[in-house]
């Protein structure tokens, strides 16, 4: 057994968090999340995509832990994708991904994609924070038919979403405390925040005023 293989069974929470840290993936400051609540923190995920060796490496991890047999493995748009291709990959299997339709609410599986009523799907996600995308793509694995075995997450921020009783695989669970905007200490102190994510970004003023960057 190669000492990378040692390393990757080995990873904790600890070393999660560091692999987060040294990436630039964990940020400190003052945000806007994509909820409109303040934060001090931010995990920006995609920092972590850019080293596919680490996204290799995290999704060995997940891939370590799982116990049952997978089918089909299927991300939601768009972080969850580049996982679910990785984890596939690791054990061979199909790889899918849920995405927005125009004008309707939740995902649905496009582009001729297709789950059997046979297939064990595992559902793969890079942050779990109110549960919504992995939600919605439970409810698409089974509109679809098939069947949800078990959920896999890089990080878990959500302090226990509702996943309909399927289980959950985190490799980090950690608290990011958030702030209502009209009660935000981080606002009281004046400091500018900034709106991360996939939303256009801009910065913002204290107490939700917005100012140019």
């Known amino acids: 057994m190669r000492e990378e293989d040692d390393i990757i069974r080995a990873m904790t929470p600890d070393e999660v968090e560091r692999i987060f840290r040294e990436a630039g993936a964990l940020l400190e400051g003052h945000f806007v999340l994509s909820s409109g609540r ?8 995609f920092r972590i995509f850019e080293h596919p060796r680490l996204t290799e490496r995290l999704c060995a991890a997940i891939v370590e832990r799982l116990r049952d047999p997978i089918d089909v493995v299927v991300g939601p748009t ?14 061979g299997s199909r ?10 609410a939740g995902r649905a599986f496009r582009r001729g994609q297709t789950i059997t009523t046979s297939d064990r799907v595992l559902v793969v996600d890079d942050i779990l924070s109110t549960g919504g995308s992995v939600s919605e793509t439970l409810d698409a694995v ?45 606002c009281d102190r004046g400091i500018a925040a900034v709106k991360p994510g996939t939303t256009p970004a801009g910065v913002f003023g204290t107490k ?5 960057a």
């Open 38 to 45: 303040h934060s001090a923190r931010y995990l920006e995920k």
């Open 78 to 91: 768009t972080g969850g994708m580049i996982l679910a291709h990785e984890v596939g990959r690791q054990i």
């Open 95 to 104: 790889a899918l991904f849920a995405e927005r339709e125009d004008g309707r």
């Open 142 to 186: 089974r509109r679809s038919g098939g069947k949800a075995a078990q959920v896999a997450v890089l990080v878990d921020r959500s302090g226990g979403a509702d996943l309909g009783g399927v289980p959950l695989l985190a490799l980090w669970t950690t608290t990011i405390e958030t702030f209502d905007p009209a009660a935000c200490p981080l």
């Open 208 to 212: 939700g005023g917005a100012r140019s």
